[in-house]
């Protein structure tokens, strides 16, 4: 997170996380302003792709809302 952050500060090239992303880490590379995140196992593995694909963009969503709000 660290990394991300000093980067995100440094270059306003894009960039992409990735690289054993869980759920649970949605939140913090949001609030570190990760604008694009690479998710592999975690969907490919899931009984039900679509709606784990669902499932993390609603989060990813909402996490942007939260941080967007806080950040007025």
Do not use: C, N
């Not at 995100?8 to 939140?27: D, E, N, R, Y």
Request: glycine residues 6%; charged residues 30%.
């Amino acid at each position: 997170l660290e990394a991300i952050r000093k980067y995100s500060a440094l270059s306003g090239l894009p960039f992409t996380v990735m690289g054993g992303i869980k759920f649970g880490h949605i939140p913090a590379l949001i609030e570190q302003r990760a604008r694009r995140i690479a998710v592999v196992t975690a969907l490919t593995l899931a009984d039900e792709i679509r709606e784990e694909t669902s499932r993390w963009l609603r989060e990813i969503e909402k996490q942007w809302k939260l941080t967007a709000g806080s950040q007025e």
